[in-house]
């Protein structure tokens, strides 16, 4: 029998997931029947919108319960319903308020690092992984009318996804990027004033969402995308300004890529300290960072070899302290799905990393003119026309091709900064 016709819950006693499991937890039967059922649907209320009253009438009205533990602005609820199983008119209507910006739907546990971020109107933001975009809308609804946040995503393919949820959401603030989150330019040359990292990671705390990770999830996946946690981590904690906040999210229960990439970025980080979630996020059923774990070979028990010192449980007091700041949430205890979130904030007086040597710096004049098809701020030409029709326009507008975006005054000193058109605009 292959794999893909093994049972699920055979797949997940059988698990090498449930094994490490096992060594994480003194209860690992409370965990794996906390961890196989599907997932509730889901959804959280767009503030932004004039009816936003309506769409939570509607949803009180076909059962959905309000989620306790949810820090607005907007509400969060859970339907009565399994995700993707919605039937007859009920099934329109949340189709009809998920396209129009009404309403996201969006996993419970996901919606946490955004909270925890709590960005301020009129701040500039970067949510450093941002596909599909449920944060990025999230982020934008904590903003308000004021301020940016900057989406960005590596993958081609995933832009695509991005901008169609900015886009059906329909607030004034995102902006989507296209970066590696390793090498994203310091715009604004002051920095963000939170960044969010929500990296890649194997997933261990999906299995309610993605119930393949039964079948394939081992330690060495965590392994091999430490480095690159870490290096993410690292970049945020480098483009966060003083005084701001970086929220570290993982959908992973696995330490090598929760805190021990919190430990290692601490360990290179000067002025740069954790700040407790459990007081962020009172009324999540969560519990305190670990100090310690052991390594695991891909049979999922204690491993015999060594492992990276990054990797290890951190040594020097003065981070192991911290670690528990951070927050573990369980599938069984949320009755959702698994996660790990820390904050880090850097002090008003953390030094300054020194700006990466570049072989080639453009000046302004070199750079070449941004094509018709790139957003711009409407030109004046193209303003009288519109107002000569319309009236007077409100400000903020910006021209892309033939269509009209809104903005924000935040969106549009970054496009005017320095550092953007020396790097390109067409870039960001």
């Excluded at 969402?209 to 060495?220: A, E, F, R, T, Y």
């Amino acid at each position: 029998m292959s794999q893909s016709e093994v049972p699920w819950d055979q797949l997940a006693r059988e698990s090498i997931l449930l094994q490490a499991v096992s060594v994480w937890r003194d209860d690992p039967e409370n965990w794996l029947a906390g961890s196989f059922d599907r997932l509730p649907e889901t959804v959280r209320v767009n503030p932004l919108r004039s009816d936003s009253e309506w769409t939570e009438g509607w949803l009180e009205g076909i059962g959905s319960e309000r989620i306790g533990w949810f820090i607005g602005p907007g509400s969060a609820w859970t339907l009565p319903f399994n995700r993707g199983a919605a039937e007859g008119d009920i099934r329109e209507m949340l189709a009809d308020l998920h396209e129009t910006g009404r309403l996201t739907r969006q996993e419970a546990v996901s919606m946490l690092p955004a909270i925890a971020l709590d960005a301020q109107p009129g701040e500039v933001v970067l949510d450093m992984c941002a596909s599909p975009g449920s944060k990025t809308t999230q982020i934008s609804e904590h903003l308000g009318e004021a301020g940016a946040v900057f989406a960005n995503e590596v993958v081609n393919s995933r832009v695509n996804m991005l901008v169609t949820n900015v886009q059906r959401h329909g607030s004034r603030t995102p902006v989507v990027v296209h970066h590696d989150g390793r090498y994203i330019p310091r715009v604004p040359e002051s920095g963000f004033d939170r960044i969010l990292v929500d990296v890649p990671c194997t997933g261990s705390g999906t299995t309610r969402k993605n119930p393949d990770v039964w079948g394939k999830w081992l330690p060495s996946g965590g392994r091999s995308l430490h480095d690159l946690q870490v290096a993410l981590l690292s970049r945020a904690v480098a483009l966060v300004k003083p005084g701001g906040r970086v929220v570290y999210a993982t959908c992973s229960l696995d330490p090598v890529e929760d805190e021990a990439v919190v430990a290692e970025v601490l360990r290179n980080s000067e002025g740069v300290d954790m700040k407790s979630v459990m007081e962020l996020l009172p009324d999540v059923p969560g519990e305190a960072g670990r100090t310690d774990w052991p390594s695991l070979d891909d049979g999922g028990g204690v491993a015999v070899v060594e492992i990276p010192e990054s990797m290890q449980p951190p040594s020097e007091q003065g981070i192991a302290s911290q670690l528990p700041r951070s927050m573990r949430v369980w599938n069984d205890k949320i009755g959702g799905g698994g996660f790990f979130l820390a904050v880090l904030e850097k002090s008003e007086d953390a030094p300054e990393r020194p700006a990466p040597e570049v072989e080639v710096k453009m000046t302004a004049e070199e750079v070449k003119p941004d094509s018709d098809h790139s957003p711009r701020p409407i030109p004046d030409e193209v303003a009288s026309v519109v107002e000569s029709a319309w009236g007077a326009l409100p400000d903020d507008l910006w021209l892309r091709g033939k269509r009209l975006l809104l903005s924000t005054p935040e969106v549009h000193d970054v496009w005017e900064s320095e550092r953007s058109r020396r790097g390109g605009r067409t870039r960001i």
